[in-house]
């Protein structure tokens, strides 16, 4: 009975010691899978993030690609607008526009005194050394010959009228002239024709700020083939 009551405790006791063999087993197989679990949770994770990145960094060149392409159709479109006044100019300055009075061989020399000239307005001749502004201003009063020639010698074309021309001509002369740098305008009583555009040796006499030859004479002698001076500023100049 002793021996056998015995070897019931000793098989009691290796039951016991399976039992926790198995317990710790099953521990580490859990903790094993829970690991699994992290990992493939954390590699999903990173592969989340890589995409969503890969995806912002793509939209991100790909918004900074659209600016630049933006901006450089933006400069193209400048360049060919440029490059279609040039033409434009160039054309016109090859097209004889009717009624065009040219004069040669007048003096440019710079005096402090008045000028006798002998066109009415004055196309040219000695001037005084300050021009007249020529920024697209419009003078309301008669201006001075003197300094008006000096603005014709940088490539302006100077606009005046007399008592004939209708306020709808000085409105729309008004208009062009203030879109359009190196130009000026203002009232010049003595002339003989309603409105007469001017530049430097050259005159159109009209009798409607409507007529055609209007914005022919604009395109063909704004800083046109007639300038004394090419790039001569008009600004910062005499204002009456």
């Not at 990992?39 to 690609?65: C, M, P, Q």
């Not at 196309?123 to 014709?152: F, I, R």
């Not at 300038?227 to 910062?236: D, I």
Request: proline share 5%; aromatic share 6%; charged share 25%.
């Amino acid at each position: 009975m002793g021996s056998a009551s015995k070897q019931s405790k000793q098989g009691s006791g290796k039951g016991r010691s399976g039992s926790r063999d198995d317990q710790a087993a099953d521990r580490r197989a859990r903790i094993a899978e829970l690991r699994a679990v992290e990992e493939r949770r954390d590699r999903r994770n990173k592969f989340i993030s890589i995409g969503v990145a890969t995806v912002l960094i793509g939209g991100i060149v790909g918004v900074g690609g659209w600016i630049a392409l933006d901006a450089k159709k933006k400069q193209d479109d400048k360049k060919a607008a440029a490059a279609a006044a040039d033409k434009a100019r160039q054309d016109a300055a090859n097209v004889p526009i009717e009624g065009v009075q040219t004069f040669d061989n007048l003096s440019r020399n710079h005096v402090t005194t008045k000028v006798t000239y002998a066109q009415t307005p004055p196309v040219g001749g000695d001037h005084n050394p300050v021009w007249l502004t020529c920024m697209g201003n419009v003078y309301d009063k008669p201006v001075q010959n003197e300094n008006a020639v000096h603005s014709l010698e940088h490539g302006a074309v100077w606009v005046t009228y007399n008592a004939k021309a209708t306020p709808d001509d000085i409105k729309t002369l008004s208009e062009k002239v203030k879109v359009t740098p190196y130009s000026l305008m203002s009232p010049y009583p003595d002339e003989k024709g309603t409105i007469t555009l001017n530049a430097w040796g050259t005159q159109l006499v009209v009798d409607s700020a409507t007529d055609p030859r209007v914005e022919q004479f604009f395109t063909k002698y704004v800083q046109g083939p007639q300038t004394q001076e090419p790039g001569a500023s008009c600004s910062s100049g005499a204002m009456q």
